[in-house]
């Protein structure tokens, strides 16, 4: 990981924040604001929300939270410069969300679920008529063909990231693949097109699958699952790996892909957006 995380944030513990943060590009830092808040910013780009919020130990009393939000939060949106701020935590999936009594006025609460993979199941082998080429992404001209398919994706500056963050964010993906072995990119090709991508990253023995898109066109063919399969073949024989984790929409499309390749959910990640007066 490119940053030292408090004891409670650990990959045991928050698998799905642990994820989630080492895959934020490498000028990214995150700081500790007190024991059990972590402040994480992304420097370079301090006008969006996404990447500048607030996590919270699980294990911690939330009902002493509200005022605290409140306080950090403003602290925080006012120092990065945004309009509004996210905050989170992960729960396992035995216990109740408590959020819902400690949103504040006019804040935005989401759910995602952690998947993790209990027995990898791999794509059965696709038919003879299978017409895409899946393979690793092998140049930056070939990773401008991914960021040309991502533009057929439907992002809104709500509860994803804003389409401008989102390319800025995946153009970093590319530069830690190319400067670290723990990276890669993968695509599925129609000719010279890309028409699917997903991104992969590995850290103290886990494997977080990131930024998995199929263009519109495309969907329903079974493309994200071969491409997914064969991107975690990959990775998983790698010496030392030993759990991968994803972090998908509750009942979505990606994550019944992620459940046929052997996922299932293990905790729930909550998120907050709170808008700033």
């Known amino acids: 990981m490119k940053f030292s995380p408090p004891a409670w944030l650990t990959p045991e513990s928050c ?3 642990w994820t989630e943060l080492n895959s934020l590009p490498a000028d990214s830092v995150i700081s500790v604001g007190a024991h059990d808040i972590v402040c994480v910013s992304t420097p370079e780009r301090p006008d969006f929300w996404v990447g500048n919020y607030l996590l919270f130990d699980p294990a911690r ?3 002493l939270y509200p005022w605290l939000c409140e306080e ?3 602290r925080f ?4 410069g945004v309009g509004r701020v996210c905050f989170a935590t992960e729960f396992s999936l035995a216990k109740a ?3 819902q009594h400690f949103v504040p006025e006019g804040g935005l609460i989401e759910v995602a679920d952690v998947l993790a993979l209990q027995m990898f199941c791999p794509a059965p082998a696709a038919a003879e008529d299978f017409p895409y080429r899946i393979a690793p992404v092998a140049s930056a001209a070939e990773f401008e063909k991914v960021i040309e398919a991502a533009e057929d994706m439907d992002f809104t500056d709500g509860g994803s990231a804003p389409w401008d963050f989102t390319v800025w964010r995946m153009r970093e993906y590319w530069r830690s693949v190319c400067e670290q072995p723990d990276a890669a990119w993968w695509a599925a090709w129609d000719g010279a097109e890309v028409v699917a991508y997903a991104g992969l990253f590995r850290d ?3 494997v977080s699958v990131q930024e998995v898109g199929t263009c519109p066109a495309y969907r329903r063919q079974g493309i994200a699952l071969h491409l997914c399969s064969a991107m975690l073949t990959a990775a998983l024989a790698v010496p030392g790996v030993r759990q991968c984790i ?3 929409e509750p009942d979505g499309a990606g994550e019944r892909v992620y459940q046929r390749l052997g996922f299932a959910p293990v905790n729930a990640m909550l998120s907050v957006v709170l808008p700033l007066a």
């Not at 949106?77 to 990065?80: L, N, P, V």
């Open 15 to 17: 698998p799905g924040l």
């Open 204 to 206: 103290s023995g886990m």
């Open 246 to 248: 994803q972090v998908a």
């Open 97 to 99: 969300s408590p959020w």
């Open 61 to 63: 009393d939330l009902s």
């Open 77 to 80: 949106g006012t120092m990065a």
């Open 72 to 74: 950090w939060c403003l």
